[in-house]
């Protein structure tokens, strides 16, 4: 018997007013990354390195930037630490 687990890139769909974009699910490495840059950045600019990231991914900014504060909040949870259905 053999076991095979294939690892494919997945992406996440991103609804925002009746728009809907797609961006890729970030790796580990990645997700690391930021975690690393929102420790050191000054408290004011840590919005930005979200954005940055998210962007990165391929999620529109102008998407971004229409989130209000609890959707901002909400997404990175979403996007950082997945509840598989």
């Known amino acids: 018997m053999e076991l095979v687990f294939e690892a494919k890139p997945k992406k996440i ?5 009746g728009s809907e974009y797609e961006m890729r699910v ?3 490495s990645e997700s690391e990354a930021l ?3 929102v420790a050191s950045a000054d408290p ?3 919005k930005e390195v979200y954005v940055d990231f998210f962007c990165s991914l391929g999620l529109d900014k102008a998407a971004l930037e229409s989130f209000d504060v609890l959707d901002f909040q909400e997404f990175i949870g979403f996007v950082l630490f997945p509840k598989k259905n």
């Open 13 to 17: 769909k991103v609804k925002v007013s």
């Open 44 to 46: 004011k600019d840590v």
């Open 26 to 28: 970030p790796r580990i």
């Open 35 to 37: 975690q690393g840059k």
